[in-house]
């Protein structure tokens, strides 16, 4: 049996999806434990192209079972659109396939309204949220008092009563906010929600405990990570993180299966360094280098479309982020955007206030002074999309992963080349 977690080790967007993707041949069970719409996860498949979001990537392939933990967030109008879009392709997607926890949070009109005040709020020093409600639902989870989960939605009465109380709350505290906020209206979004409730009624189980009967099946399960280990809430670089524990540290909380059954844990790094909103980000390259690797890498966010900011590969945020999960191997994507560079570097310290460390500090203040360290290594100046192992590699490209992986500490398995498939050494 194997219990596999596919997570990302930077600030998302390493290509997971296609890990993943690639690791469905062989488990039976994809289940996403945290987030919400705010991923976005591109796999090609047989020649097409999917863009999930709250989906798991799972889902594509006949015969797997994806669950949607109890650790999401999940806006249930954004998910019946999702599963909508891949049933007109004909994909399969119903109760038999797609699990959703009774326990999961659900993403109110509301959250969506308060992400958007807070962030405008926020001047400078705004997150740069993907606006779907994703830290605003979190916020009422952890407070309690306003959470509505998925399973509430079955309970007519006592929905419909904590529902007027919340909304009654929440045109108040709105209204204070911004005057121009057109009210909430506690009947529609009773009617609407008890609609999407009604449509997703054949998927929503207890997936803590159809887990749990799946670990002692000795079933093959493979938990997908969203976001990225330095978005943790509780590890990431805080408060320019998500809302949740996108680090491997989500994976108990956010499905119910214990930690020590996990038995391989591969972090997903990019060959370089993306972040897209805002915080501190050491290697960034404001250069033409940078906008080189935005446009071959097309570093552009799946779900908003916002440029994504472009660095150097760095190592003392990628082994921190892998040391906090605990991975046994990596999976190194994207180093065919690099192909064309005459020069690549990697940062392996930092200089903070004149002290070299390669620790990673746990304060913004002092990750935004942080100047990075960089080892250089020739480039290697040829296309490497049609390399099929590692021989095919030219000299230079091995140097390179061969950094990366000392610098980490951890072994690549994987070492991706472009987007298809096959366009994947396995080490
Ligand atoms: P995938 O799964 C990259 C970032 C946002 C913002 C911060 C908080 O595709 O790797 P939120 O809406 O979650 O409250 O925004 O987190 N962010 C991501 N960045 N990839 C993602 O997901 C992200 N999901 C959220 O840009 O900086
Ligand atoms: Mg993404």
């Not at 405990?209 to 809430?233: M, Y």
């Not at 570097?345 to 620790?359: L, M």
């Amino acid at each position: 049996m194997s219990v596999t977690s596919v997570v990302g080790l930077q600030w998302g967007d390493e290509a997971k999806g296609k890990i993943v993707d690639f690791l469905t041949d062989s488990h039976e069970v994809v289940v996403r434990y945290q987030g919400g719409n705010n991923a976005g996860h591109t796999v090609k498949f047989d020649g097409e192209t999917y863009k999930l979001s709250l989906l798991p990537t799972g889902i594509l392939r006949p015969g797997v079972k994806a669950v949607i933990g109890n650790g999401l967030v999940v806006n249930p109008d954004a998910l019946l659109k999702e599963m909508k879009s891949l049933t007109d392709r004909g994909i399969r997607v119903d109760g038999g396939n797609l699990l959703v926890s009774d326990r999961a949070h659900v993403i109110l009109p509301y959250h969506i309204v308060e992400d958007a005040i807070f962030e405008k709020r926020s001047g400078n020093h705004a997150i740069g949220t993907t606006g779907r409600g994703i830290g605003t639902c979190y916020r009422d989870k952890a407070g309690r008092t306003h959470a509505i989960r998925i399973g509430d939605l079955y309970h007519r009465e006592t929905f419909r009563a904590k529902l007027d109380e919340i909304v009654a709350f929440k045109n108040l505290t709105l209204r204070a906010l911004d005057p121009a906020i057109e009210p909430l209206d506690a009947d529609t979004i009773y009617s609407n929600y008890l609609d999407y409730a009604d449509k997703l009624r054949s998927h929503v189980v207890d997936t803590t405990a159809w887990l749990h009967r799946s670990l002692k099946e000795k079933k093959n399960i493979l938990f997908e990570g969203a976001q990225g280990s330095l978005l943790d809430v509780d590890h990431g670089t805080f408060p320019y993180v998500t809302s949740s524990n996108s680090s491997a540290a989500g994976i108990h909380s956010g499905s119910g299966v214990p930690q020590r059954a996990v038995t391989r844990m591969i972090g997903v790094v990019k060959a370089y360094t993306t972040r897209v909103g805002g915080g501190p980000f050491p290697t960034e390259l404001h250069n033409e280098i940078g906008q080189h690797i935005r446009d071959v890498g097309h570093e552009y966010g799946t779900v908003t479309g916002r440029p994504r900011r472009c660095g150097w590969f760095d190592a003392v945020a990628t082994a921190y982020g892998a040391r906090v999960c605990g991975v046994d191997e990596i999976a190194v994507m994207l180093l065919d955007v690099l192909a064309q560079l005459d020069e690549v570097c990697v940062c392996e310290a930092y200089d903070i206030r004149g002290e070299r460390t390669t620790d990673f500090p746990s304060h913004v203040e002092d990750l935004e002074v942080a100047k990075p360290v960089l080892r250089k290594i020739p480039g290697w100046k040829q296309d490497i999309t049609h390399a099929r192992k590692l021989s095919d590699l030219p000299a230079g490209a091995r140097r390179y992963v061969d950094t990366i992986c000392e610098l980490l500490g951890v072994p690549a398995k994987f070492i991706s080349i472009g987007p298809d498939r096959e366009q994947t050494i396995l080490l």
